[in-house]
C-alpha cells in the first residue's frame, strides 16, 4: 500500500482520539470527536479529544467515521480458485460442479492462504469482522474448515471470523454429510448452514431443514442457511425455514441466504412469506454481486436480476444484509471483499436510492449484520462499543458511496489494522 498522508499515533492500549468526524445519517450535525480507550469508545461529542494530547489525536478533517463493516456472508474456502477452475455454463450448478475437482485438491495450507489473503483485503476496505461459510461435504471432508479456522486464528489480530459449516452438496443427497456436519460443529464451526432447496424432492428438503435445525438446538447454535438460490418461483423452502424457526423457538437466530426464488414466485406467496420472516425475526442476506451473475442465464430480453425481493422485505420490517458472498471463484469472477462495492451494486440492483434508501443500503453492511452478530451495544461509534472504526475522506454516506474511495483509516479492538492513501493528479 502506498505510505499514508500524515503520521498517525494510536499506542496500542492507551487513549487517542479522532478528531473532527462526522457520523452517518447526522450530515447536518456539527463534527463531533470520538475518544478511544483500550478497545472501546469512551466518549462521543464536540470538543471530546479537548484532554487527549495532540500527538495521539487523528484529524479525522470533516470526514465521516463509520463503524467497520461486517461482511456476514462470504465463503473464505472458495475464494481465489477461478483460474484453476474449468470454464462452465454460467449458472449454479455448473458453478458447484467446477469446483468440485479442485476441491477434492484442496490442502489446508492452500485454503488457508487464499482465505487469508481476502480477510486482509477486506481489513483493508473496512471490514472487521467476516462470517464464512464453509463447504462441508463427503468431496472436501473437513479440510475447508480446517484452512479456514487456521486463517482466522493468522488473522484474529485484525478481524473476527465466524465459520459456517454449509453443506454445499445437500446432506441427503450427500450420504456422509450429516457426521460430517456434526463434526465441524465440534471442531469449531459456531453456526449451522444449510442448502435445503438443493434437495431432490419437498419431503428431502424438508428434511434437510429439520436435521439443520437439530444440529443447531443440540449446539445452541445460530441457523444460516442458502436458502432458494434459483430463479424456480416455485421452490419454496423459506417457509419451511420459518415453519422450522417457529417451531423449535429458534426467533431471531435465524438467518436465510439468497432467496432469489422470491422474487419468482407469486405475490400471495410472497407477502404471506416475508410476513412469516418478519414475525420470525429472521434476517434476510442478499448478495446481489454474485447472483446478478448466476441467475436469470436462461432469459432472454428481460432478464431477470437474479435479487431476492429486497425492498418488499426491507418495507415489512425483514432486517436485510448485503454480503460479499464469493471472490473469484467458480460462482463469481470478480470482488475484493470490499463492502462499499457491495453496498453500490446492491443499491443499484434494489433501487436504493433517496437518502433514506443510502442509509439502508448502509446498514445492511454495518448495524444489521451486528444484529445478526448479536453484538448489540458493542457495535457502533458510540461510548461503550468495541472500537471497530473506519475513517472516510469524504464527509457524509451518500458521498462516500457515490466516490467508492477506500477507508484512509480502519481500526479493529481500537488499534490501527490499515491505512490506505490515494494520491489523484489532473495533469493538464
Ligand atoms: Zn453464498
Given at each position: 500500500?502506498?505510505?499514508?498522508?500524515?503520521?498517525?499515533?494510536?499506542?496500542?492500549?492507551?487513549?487517542?482520539?479522532?478528531?473532527?468526524?462526522?457520523?452517518?445519517?447526522?450530515?447536518?450535525?456539527?463534527?463531533?470527536?470520538?475518544?478511544?480507550?483500550?478497545?472501546?469508545?469512551?466518549?462521543?461529542?464536540?470538543?471530546?479529544?479537548?484532554?487527549?494530547?495532540?500527538?495521539?489525536?487523528?484529524?479525522?478533517?470533516?470526514?465521516?467515521?463509520?463503524p467497520?463493516?461486517?461482511?456476514?456472508?462470504?465463503?473464505l474456502?472458495?475464494?481465489?480458485?477461478?483460474?484453476?477452475?474449468?470454464?462452465?455454463?454460467?449458472?449454479?450448478?455448473?458453478?458447484?460442479?467446477?469446483?468440485?475437482?479442485?476441491?477434492?485438491?484442496?490442502?489446508?495450507?492452500?485454503v488457508?492462504?487464499?482465505?487469508?489473503?481476502?480477510?486482509?483485503?477486506?481489513?483493508?476496505?473496512g471490514?472487521?469482522?467476516?462470517?464464512?461459510?464453509?463447504?462441508?461435504d463427503?468431496?472436501?471432508?473437513?479440510?475447508?474448515?480446517?484452512?479456514?479456522?487456521?486463517?482466522?486464528?493468522?488473522?484474529?489480530?485484525?478481524?473476527?471470523?465466524?465459520?459456517?459449516?454449509?453443506?454445499q452438496?445437500?446432506?441427503?443427497?450427500?450420504?456422509?454429510?450429516?457426521?460430517?456436519?456434526?463434526?465441524?460443529?465440534?471442531?469449531?464451526?459456531?453456526?449451522v448452514?444449510?442448502?435445503?432447496?438443493?434437495?431432490?424432492?419437498?419431503?428431502?428438503?424438508?428434511?434437510?431443514?429439520?436435521?439443520?435445525?437439530?444440529?443447531?438446538?443440540?449446539?445452541?447454535?445460530?441457523?444460516?442457511?442458502?436458502?432458494?438460490?434459483?430463479?424456480?418461483?416455485?421452490?419454496?423452502?423459506?417457509?419451511?425455514?420459518?415453519?422450522?424457526?417457529?417451531?423449535?423457538?429458534?426467533?431471531?437466530?435465524?438467518?436465510?441466504?439468497?432467496?432469489?426464488?422470491?422474487?419468482?414466485?407469486?405475490?400471495?406467496?410472497?407477502?404471506?412469506?416475508?410476513?412469516?420472516c418478519?414475525?420470525?425475526?429472521?434476517?434476510?442476506?442478499?448478495?446481489?454481486?454474485?447472483?446478478?451473475?448466476l441467475?436469470?442465464?436462461?432469459?432472454?430480453?428481460?432478464?431477470?436480476?437474479?435479487?431476492?425481493?429486497?425492498?418488499?422485505?426491507?418495507?415489512?420490517?425483514?432486517?436485510?444484509?448485503?454480503?460479499?458472498?464469493?471472490?473469484?471463484?467458480?460462482?463469481?469472477?470478480?470482488?475484493?471483499?470490499?463492502?462499499?462495492?457491495?453496498a453500490?451494486?446492491?443499491?443499484?440492483?434494489?433501487?436504493?436510492?433517496?437518502?433514506?434508501?443510502?442509509?439502508?443500503?448502509?446498514?445492511?453492511?454495518?448495524?444489521?449484520?451486528?444484529?445478526?452478530?448479536?453484538?448489540g451495544?458493542?457495535?457502533?461509534?458510540?461510548?461503550?462499543?468495541?472500537?471497530?472504526?473506519?475513517?472516510?475522506?469524504?464527509?457524509?454516506?451518500?458521498?462516500?458511496?457515490?466516490?467508492?474511495?477506500?477507508?484512509?483509516?480502519?481500526?479493529?479492538?481500537?488499534?490501527?489494522v490499515?491505512?490506505?492513501?490515494?494520491?489523484?493528479?489532473?495533469?493538464?
Open positions: 500500500m502506498a505510505a499514508p498522508d500524515r503520521p498517525v499515533a494510536t499506542p496500542a492500549q492507551g487513549t487517542w482520539a479522532v478528531q473532527d468526524v462526522r457520523l452517518a445519517g447526522q450530515e447536518a450535525a456539527p463534527a463531533v470527536d470520538v475518544v478511544v480507550a483500550g478497545d472501546s469508545v469512551l466518549a462521543v461529542g464536540r470538543g471530546a479529544a479537548a484532554d487527549v494530547p495532540a500527538a495521539d489525536r487523528v484529524d479525522g478533517r470533516g470526514g465521516l467515521l463509520l467497520a463493516y461486517i461482511d456476514t456472508h462470504v465463503h474456502d472458495k475464494v481465489l480458485i477461478r483460474d484453476q477452475l474449468a470454464e462452465h455454463d454460467g449458472t449454479l450448478a455448473g458453478a458447484i460442479g467446477s469446483i468440485h475437482a479442485a476441491k477434492r485438491g484442496y490442502d489446508v495450507e492452500d488457508r492462504r487464499r482465505a487469508r489473503a481476502v480477510i486482509e483485503s477486506s481489513v483493508l476496505t471490514t472487521t469482522r467476516l462470517r464464512s461459510h464453509v463447504d462441508v463427503t468431496i472436501g471432508g473437513l479440510v475447508p474448515l480446517e484452512g479456514v479456522l487456521a486463517a482466522a486464528r493468522d488473522c484474529a489480530d485484525i478481524a473476527d471470523v465466524q465459520v459456517i459449516a454449509f453443506p452438496e445437500g446432506i441427503l443427497r450427500d450420504p456422509g454429510a450429516a457426521d460430517l456436519m456434526a463434526e465441524a460443529m465440534r471442531s469449531g464451526a459456531t453456526v448452514g444449510g442448502m435445503p432447496h438443493w434437495e431432490g424432492s419437498e419431503d428431502d428438503q424438508r428434511e434437510h431443514v429439520r436435521l439443520c435445525f437439530d444440529l443447531a438446538v443440540a449446539h445452541d447454535a445460530d441457523v444460516d442457511m442458502h436458502v432458494d438460490e434459483t430463479d424456480d418461483g416455485s421452490v419454496r423452502t423459506l417457509a419451511m425455514v420459518v415453519a422450522e424457526t417457529e417451531r423449535r423457538g429458534w426467533q431471531g437466530r435465524v438467518t436465510v441466504g439468497h432467496v432469489c426464488a422470491l422474487a419468482a414466485a407469486d405475490d400471495e406467496y410472497a407477502d404471506e412469506v416475508v410476513a412469516g418478519a414475525r420470525a425475526g429472521i434476517t434476510v442476506v442478499a448478495n446481489p454481486v454474485t447472483n446478478l451473475v441467475q436469470g442465464r436462461g432469459d432472454r430480453g428481460l432478464v431477470r436480476r437474479g435479487t431476492t425481493r429486497i425492498r418488499e422485505l426491507m418495507a415489512a420490517g425483514v432486517p436485510v444484509a448485503f454480503g460479499q458472498d464469493c471472490v473469484q471463484d467458480g460462482f463469481y469472477p470478480f470482488g475484493r471483499g470490499d463492502l462499499l462495492e457491495v453500490m451494486v446492491s443499491a443499484h440492483t434494489a433501487h436504493l436510492t433517496t437518502h433514506d434508501e443510502q442509509l439502508a443500503a448502509l446498514a445492511a453492511v454495518t448495524t444489521v449484520p451486528a444484529d445478526v452478530w448479536r453484538l451495544p458493542a457495535y457502533g461509534v458510540a461510548p461503550g462499543a468495541r472500537a471497530d472504526l473506519q475513517l472516510h475522506a469524504a464527509g457524509t454516506w451518500p458521498e462516500v458511496l457515490r466516490l467508492q474511495d477506500p477507508p484512509t483509516h480502519v481500526w479493529s479492538r481500537g488499534r490501527l490499515a491505512r490506505t492513501a490515494v494520491t489523484r493528479e489532473l495533469l493538464r
